[in-house]
């Protein structure tokens, strides 16, 4: 079994920052890419920001410059911290990991349970 355990979300006020946290545990075998995406109400899930493991990045275009992902690959932990924070950023945050497990050698997707931002303005 896979676990993707997120932390960090919270209410926080226009300009502030925060800085989200996903633990990927269980029978691991590798992890690809790692990253974030997040869903506000009515809208769908849309992509935030991603990292490979030999950490190369991709961002969205509306949150380039303001957040910065990282992994630590020893922990299997990937990170998103978020500064200038807007009210549209509001959202569900979620976790995602692209990897194989031992008893699956085929690279699978799996989800964080989500993390709730709210900016105030």
């Known amino acids: 079994q896979v676990q993707l355990v997120e932390s960090g979300g919270g209410l926080v006020q226009a300009g502030g920052s925060l800085r989200l946290s996903c633990a990927a545990s269980?029978?691991?075998?590798?992890?690809?890419?790692m990253g974030w995406y997040r869903q506000a109400p009515g809208k769908q899930r849309d992509l935030v920001a991603t990292?490979?493991?030999?950490?190369?990045?991709n961002y969205a275009d509306s949150v380039k410059g303001r957040f910065t992902i990282s992994r630590d690959n020893a922990q299997n932990t990937v990170y998103l911290q978020m500064n200038s924070l807007k009210p549209e950023d509001t959202a569900v945050y979620y976790c995602?990991?692209?990897?194989?497990?031992?008893?699956?050698?085929?690279?699978?997707?799996?989800w964080g349970q989500g993390t709730q931002v709210t900016v105030s303005s």
């Open positions: 269980g029978n691991i075998l590798s992890i690809n890419v």
């Open positions: 990292i490979t493991s030999g950490g190369s990045t």
């Open positions: 995602n990991a692209n990897l194989r497990t031992y008893t699956s050698f085929r690279f699978n997707d799996y």
